[in-house]
T-cell receptor, first 117, second 113 residues
């Protein structure tokens, strides 16, 4: 079964510092990969997605992620953290299904990002 | 373009009761997926509906059931509520093709006492 591992349930950075949130997936075939952000008491908002095009994916709010097949990783980065980035971040994988139909998302347990002034 | 909406926002039930949660999908989307997010956890897939038929199910018992209507809106029904059913229930809509992302609603917070 496919799975997603997010290293670090809680990451704390200073404002202006680099943000690095780690995600590793298990899959024999490169799947579709996603990063979502969840603010308190809200649903999930898509930050970016990888769908087998460019390995470096740029998303909203200055975030980007790089797909590395050899490492089965899809880490999320942002060069300079802002206070408004404080939220919970979820990495998710959607297995590739034949026929182009869509499967369900498999989420990691999430990483809570805190940003210190 | 209207996003995904869910109702109610919050709900409190007691063990053994039944609950119905509702979701309106984003305009033009034909697929609805439901997820359960327990406190401190990532969302877990319950099931997906496409053109009014169940199109995949996660590891949830049969007391979790759903419906999709011709306008692609959806309901999640849970019978015989248990304390562990307390969670945030998220609905996501999408187009039924591989690379398209799922758009999530704000969720319904269910508390079972």
């Amino acid at each position: 079964a496919q799975s997603v591992t997010q290293l670090g349930s809680h990451v704390s950075v200073s404002e202006g510092a680099l943000v690095l949130l780690r995600c590793n997936y298990s899959s024999s075939v490169p799947p579709y990969l996603f990063w979502y952000v969840q603010y308190p008491n809200q649903g999930l908002q898509l930050l970016l997605k990888y769908t087998s095009a460019a390995t470096l994916v740029k998303g909203i709010n200055g975030f980007e992620a790089e797909f590395k097949k050899s490492e089965t990783s899809f880490h999320l980065t942002k060069p300079s953290a802002h206070m408004s980035d404080a939220a919970e971040y979820f990495c998710a994988v959607r297995p590739y299904l034949s026929g182009g139909s869509q499967g369900n998302l498999i989420f990691g347990k999430g990483t809570k990002l805190s940003v210190k002034p | 373009e209207t996003g995904v909406t869910q109702s109610p926002t919050h709900l409190i039930k007691t063990r053994g009761q039944q609950v119905t949660l509702r979701c309106s999908s984003q305009s033009g989307h034909n697929t609805v997926s439901w997820y359960q997010q327990a406190l401190g956890q990532g969302p877990q897939f319950i099931f997906q509906y496409y053109r009014e038929e169940e199109n995949g199910r996660g590891n949830f018992p049969p007391r979790f059931s759903g419906l999709q209507f011709p306008n692609y809106s959806s309901e999640l029904n849970v019978n015989a509520l248990e304390l562990d059913d307390s969670a945030l229930y998220l609905c996501a809509s999408s187009l039924r093709t591989g690379g398209n992302e799922q758009f999530f609603g704000p969720g319904t917070r269910l508390t079972v006492l």
